[in-house]
């Protein structure tokens, strides 16, 4: 993809690992990187990969800070002044976000996400000055009020009260439209573009052609980078809330362990707690009585967890189930129930109420 410049200072070298590369040449060379590594079938965090992806970041770091020395680009001027040798370096933003969205360091994730997200911006916002197609800028991260809740006292993310409204159901339905819409437009663009690039490749493109060639790249890539800011917005809340619980656990008191118990000896009473605590090396002994009383002050005991009103009600339960055993065996013509019965009530005609109680006599 490499084309002879146009003779306004594009051509002067650059030293990018004691090679001298023109700067059109190091542009390409990075672009070539990336679309050997977004295309690859190796894993994208093998080191040979990393590799890749850093090299191409710095080569194209290096392209950016020349393109900015030569003020290649104006807000003065229209899209159709720039040279079509230039066009190509409108995309430079856009290629280094996209490297650094394929870097895999986990410590620096979050750090990476930001600085690929402030390229692609500047990617967008050039291409918006230039109007090179319809859009709407993405707002900036520190404006947007859902990429970051401060952390509550516990360390824990504070909740959001959410409602909807008929605005909001507009606006939601609009942006749906729009995202179908930009979706409708990327597979048009990567189709011609598919078409205009093999006449590229060929070497038998003239200007015109490969104006078209550069101005599709740009197009496409604006469909990229909104769809990848939006993925950033939401990766970056979700960053920043791991962060806040983890800084929330680490400041959570560690809760002591339980003491082992000290292996002992458990006799009947303390002639056997001597018999048994006897000799070399010695285990501690323990009466029953000894085991009960410490138990109880440490309330471990199985029928101190159960509340009286528990154990009165399941007292209660017993005599009723009593009486109703009795009065079955009544039902069920028993003769020692019957017999019993029917001495209980001669008894209780012959003798008044309170007989044989002699604690209430005076």
């Known amino acids: 993809m490499a084309e002879s410049d146009n003779g306004n200072g594009a051509t002067q070298p650059l030293n990018i690992e004691s090679e001298v590369f023109k700067l059109s040449e190091i542009l390409d060379r990075g672009w070539k990187i990336f679309e050997d590594v977004d295309s690859t079938n190796e894993p994208l965090g093998s ?3 990393q590799v890749r992806v850093k090299r191409g970041v710095d080569m194209l770091e290096e392209a950016s800070g020349m393109v900015a020395q030569l003020n290649l680009f104006s807000r003065n001027e229209e899209l159709e002044e720039i040279a079509t040798a230039d066009l190509r370096y409108l995309l430079l933003p856009a290629l280094l976000g996209a490297l650094y969205m394929k870097q895999t360091s986990r410590d620096k994730r979050l750090q990476m996400v930001q600085k ?17 197609s319809q859009f709407e800028l993405p707002p900036n991260a520190a404006n947007e009020s859902t990429v970051h809740e401060e952390a509550s006292e516990n360390g824990c993310p504070k ?18 439209q729009s995202k179908i819409e930009q979706y409708r437009q990327k597979k048009e663009i990567e189709a011609r573009l598919s078409d205009v690039r093999r006449v590229v490749e060929s070497g038998q493109a003239d200007d015109e052609v490969s104006r078209d060639f550069y101005l599709l790249n740009v197009r496409r890539w604006i469909t990229v980078c909104l769809e990848e800011i939006e993925s950033i917005d939401q990766e970056v809340e979700i960053l920043r809330n791991m962060d806040v619980l983890k800084q929330g656990a680490a400041k959570q008191p560690t809760q002591a362990g339980r003491r082992p118990m000290k292996p002992f000896i458990l006799t009947r009473d303390a002639v056997q707690a001597q018999v048994f605590g006897a000799g070399y090396p010695s285990l501690p002994t323990m009466t029953v009585d000894d085991w009960y009383e410490q138990h109880l002050q440490c309330g471990v005991l199985p029928e101190q967890g159960i509340p009286r009103r528990v154990a009165a009600e399941e007292d ?7 009486e109703e055993e009795k009065e079955k065996r009544v039902e069920n013509d028993d003769e020692e129930s019957l017999q019993k019965a029917r001495n209980w009530d001669e008894w209780k005609d012959d003798h008044s109420r309170g007989y044989g109680n002699r604690k209430n006599m005076g």
């Open 116 to 132: 690929a997200r402030v390229y692609f911006m500047d990617f967008l916002r050039r291409c918006h000055d230039y109007n090179v």
């Open 316 to 322: 209660t339960d017993a005599a009723d189930r009593e």
């Open 159 to 176: 909740a959001k009260s959410v409602s909807v409204n008929p605005s909001d159901l507009v606006a939601m339905a609009a942006k749906r």
């Open 47 to 49: 080191n040979s990969v």
